[in-house]
């Protein structure tokens, strides 16, 4: 059974920085892009940022040049790096990694006080 599991949430104040972490486990052949999405209350789950398996990233445009996604291959980890926090980047933050369909985390809350 594939998991992904989450790390690195918390209350941050605007202007500050944290580091999430998903690691996958369990058997999977491959994994080909892995993601991070985000819901805020009353708001649909959207797309923050992905990469490929290549290394091709893609990012919202409201976390262009704040946020940098990463992963680590061989460990099957994927890390997001967010900095410059607004207010309105708080929600609960999925991890994804694509292999025929979608796996998802059990999410991690991000909270950024003003």
């Known amino acids: 059974q594939v998991q992904l599991v989450e790390s690195g949430g918390g209350l941050v104040q605007a202007g500050g920085s944290l580091r999430l972490s998903c690691a996958v486990s369990?058997?999977?052949?491959?994994?080909?892009?892995m993601g991070w999405y985000r819901q805020a209350p009353g708001n649909q789950r959207e797309l923050v940022a992905q990469?490929?398996?290549?290394?091709?990233?893609n990012y919202a445009d409201s976390v262009k040049g704040r946020f940098t996604i990463s992963r680590d291959g061989a460990k099957n980890t994927v890390f997001l790096q967010m900095n410059s926090l607004k207010p309105e980047d708080t929600a609960v933050y999925y991890c994804?990694?694509?292999?025929?369909?979608?796996?998802w985390g059990q999410g991690t809350q991000v909270t950024v006080s003003s």
């Open positions: 990469i490929t398996s290549g290394g091709i990233t």
């Open positions: 994804t990694a694509n292999y025929y369909g979608v796996y």
């Open positions: 369990g058997t999977i052949p491959r994994i080909d892009a």
